[in-house]
Antibody, heavy 120, light 112 residues
Framework: VQLVESGGGLVQPGGSLRLSCAAS????????MNWVRQAPGKGLEWVSL????????VYADSVRGRFTISRDNSRNTLFLQMGGLRGDDTAVYYC??????????????WGQGTRVSVSS | DIVMTQSPLSLPVTPGEPASISCRSS???????????VDWYLQKPGQSPQLLIY???RRASGVPDRFSGSGSGTDFTLKISRVKAEDIGVYYC?????????FGGGTRVEIK
C-alpha cells in the first residue's frame, strides 16, 4: 500500500488549495478514505471522510463549509479542496485509509503528508 | 464529540523496562458487537503515524508482541512489555466509534 500526497504549499489567508492523494497497492474503490491533519508541534486532528463510492462525506466542524473531500476511483486518487483558508489550517495533511467501505474504525495506512502553510 | 484524555503527557523510559500509557474516553467505546472502538498509533520522529493496536487489543500486522492493548468501556491502556530504543515517539489513542473521530493529546515516550 502506498499513499502519496501532493499539492501543499504556502497560501494567503482566504485563499484556496487542492490536495491530492495518489493510492496504489490496494483496490482503492473498495475502501473509505480520510484526511487527518497535524498543526506544527501539535496532535492529530481528523478532518474528513469519504465512503468507498464517494456518495457520503463527513467533515469536522472546523472545516465544514470550507473544505470538500472527493475521490476519483478511476484514477485511484483522493482530493481535498480547501477554501477560505485561515492561519489555524496550517498543518501537515495526511491521507489515511480505512479498512472498511463506509466507516473508519481505524486507519490502517497513512501517507507521508503534505504541508500547508497559511500566511500573508 | 467524544473527548479522549491521555496520561502521562511525557514518559521517560529505560530500555528493557515496561511502560504503560493510559487513555480515557468521555463516553463508552464499547459497541454492541462486543468490540471497543479504540486504537493506538505511534508517530516516530519525522514520520507519519503508524497503527499499533485496533479494536482495543488487536495488534496490527507486523507490530511486535511486546505491544499490547487492554481495557473496556471508557478506560484503556497501552503496554510495552520491554521498551526498545526504537519505540520512542509520540503515542496517540483514537476513538473510531463515531464521527468526528477524535484523538488523545499524545504521550511522548523518550529514553531516560
Amino acid at each position: 500500500v502506498q499513499l502519496v500526497e501532493s499539492g501543499g504549499g504556502l497560501v494567503q489567508p482566504g485563499g484556496s488549495l487542492r490536495l491530492s492523494c495518489a493510492a496504489s497497492g490496494f483496490t482503492f474503490s473498495e475502501y473509505a478514505m480520510n484526511w487527518v491533519r497535524q498543526a506544527p508541534g501539535k496532535g492529530l486532528e481528523w478532518v474528513s471522510l469519504i465512503t468507498d463510492d464517494g456518495d457520503t462525506t463527513v467533515y469536522a466542524d472546523s472545516v465544514r463549509g470550507r473544505f470538500t473531500i472527493s475521490r476519483d476511483n478511476s484514477r485511484n486518487t483522493l482530493f481535498l479542496q480547501m477554501g477560505g483558508l485561515r492561519g489555524d489550517d496550517t498543518a501537515v495533511y495526511y491521507c489515511a485509509k480505512s479498512p472498511m467501505t463506509t466507516v473508519t474504525p481505524w486507519f490502517d495506512f497513512w501517507g507521508q503528508g503534505t504541508r500547508v502553510s497559511v500566511s500573508s | 464529540d467524544i473527548v479522549m484524555t491521555q496520561s502521562p503527557l511525557s514518559l521517560p523510559v529505560t530500555p528493557g523496562e515496561p511502560a504503560s500509557i493510559s487513555c480515557r474516553s468521555s463516553q463508552s467505546l464499547l459497541h454492541s458487537n462486543g468490540y471497543n472502538y479504540v486504537d493506538w498509533y505511534l508517530q516516530k520522529p519525522g514520520q507519519s503515524p503508524q497503527l499499533l493496536i485496533y479494536l482495543g487489543s488487536r495488534r496490527a500486522s507486523g507490530v511486535p508482541d511486546r505491544f499490547s492493548g487492554s481495557g473496556s468501556g471508557t478506560d484503556f491502556t497501552l503496554k510495552i512489555s520491554r521498551v526498545k530504543a526504537e519505540d520512542i515517539g509520540v503515542y496517540y489513542c483514537m476513538q473510531g466509534l463515531q464521527t468526528p473521530l477524535t484523538f488523545g493529546g499524545g504521550t511522548r515516550v523518550e529514553i531516560k
